[in-house]
C-alpha cells in the first residue's frame, strides 16, 4: 500500500505545474512552496479557499469525492472529511470519516494555517505545518497565493522522493483553485540569444534561509526563529 501511493503521488509531482519548489530538505524534514496569481480579489480567493469540496482533486480523498470535504475557519476547526457509508441488500452501511488537518490560525483575506500530515504522510509518526497566504495583487488586480507546507519527524519514505511527489501534490491542488478562480499568466523567462544559443547550465540547487517576503508580508509579524550560537 505504500509503495503504490508514493508511487501515485510520484508520478503527479511530473505533471506539477511550474512555481513549485522544495525549497529545503534534510534526513528528517522538508518544505515544499507553492505559488500563484489569480484574477479574483482577496474576499472572493478565501471563500474559495475555505471551500476545498469545490476544487480539490477527487483522487486525493479517502472518500474519491471531494465533496465529502469540510473544511471550519477557526482556531482549532477541522479540516475533515466525511466516508460515506455504503448499503448492500442485506444490511445498511456505517459511515467514516477523516480528519486531516487542524486550523491553528484562520485570518481571513490573508493567511490559513494548518497542522496535520496530508495523504501517506498521515500513517507517519511526523507533523506538518501547511501555511497558505494571500495578498493583493496591484499589478493583475488580482490575488497573490502562496502555499508553504513545512513537514518534519520520522518516515518510512526516502525524504528526497517523499518531498518532490508532496510538493507535485500540492502544486495540483493550488492550480485546481487557480483555475477555478482565474490564474493570471506568470512572466516568461527570456530566450537565449542568437549569439548565445544554448542556455547556461543550471548550478547546484543550495539550501537558502527562507525569505519572509516569499510567503507574503501577512504571514507573521514576528521574525523567524534563528539558530542559537554555540555556548
Known amino acids: 500500500m505504500m509503495k503504490s501511493a508514493i508511487g501515485a503521488m510520484a508520478l503527479l509531482a511530473v505533471a506539477a505545474p511550474a512555481s513549485a519548489e522544495v525549497v529545503q530538505s534534510s534526513a528528517t524534514h522538508f518544505v515544499t512552496?507553492?505559488?500563484v496569481t489569480v484574477k479574483a480579489a482577496p474576499k472572493a480567493?478565501?471563500?474559495?479557499l475555505i471551500t476545498p469540496g469545490d476544487w480539490w482533486a477527487d483522487d486525493h480523498t479517502w472518500s474519491g469525492k471531494a465533496a465529502n470535504l469540510m473544511l471550519?475557519?477557526?482556531?482549532?476547526?477541522?479540516?475533515c472529511e466525511r466516508i460515506p457509508e455504503k448499503d448492500s441488500a442485506s444490511e445498511v452501511g456505517l459511515a467514516g470519516s477523516a480528519h486531516h488537518m487542524t486550523v491553528v490560525m484562520a485570518e481571513p483575506m490573508k493567511v490559513l494555517r494548518m497542522r496535520g500530515g496530508l495523504g501517506p504522510l498521515q500513517s507517519e509518526p511526523v507533523?506538518?505545518?501547511l501555511t497558505i497566504t494571500m495578498?493583493?495583487?496591484?499589478?493583475?488586480?488580482g490575488t497573490r497565493i502562496v502555499m508553504e507546507y513545512v513537514v518534519g519527524g520520522h518516515m518510512r519514505y526516502e525524504v528526497p522522493t517523499i518531498s518532490k511527489a508532496v510538493d507535485g501534490v500540492m502544486s495540483l491542488q493550488l492550480g485546481r483553485l487557480a483555475d477555478k478562480l482565474g490564474r493570471v499568466a506568470e512572466p516568461s523567462?527570456?530566450?537565449p540569444s542568437?549569439?548565445?544559443p544554448k542556455p547556461a547550465a543550471k548550478a547546484p540547487a543550495k539550501v537558502e534561509p527562507l525569505k519572509e517576503e516569499d510567503v507574503g508580508a501577512a504571514l507573521d509579524a514576528m521574525d523567524k526563529p534563528t539558530e542559537r550560537p554555540d555556548d
Do not use: E, N
Open 127 to 129: 507533523d506538518g505545518v
Open 45 to 48: 480567493a478565501w471563500l474559495a
Open 135 to 141: 495578498q493583493a495583487d496591484k499589478a493583475s488586480g
Open 189 to 191: 523567462t527570456a530566450t
Open 194 to 196: 542568437k549569439a548565445d
Open 33 to 35: 512552496r507553492d505559488s
Open 72 to 79: 471550519s475557519p477557526q482556531g482549532g476547526g477541522c479540516f
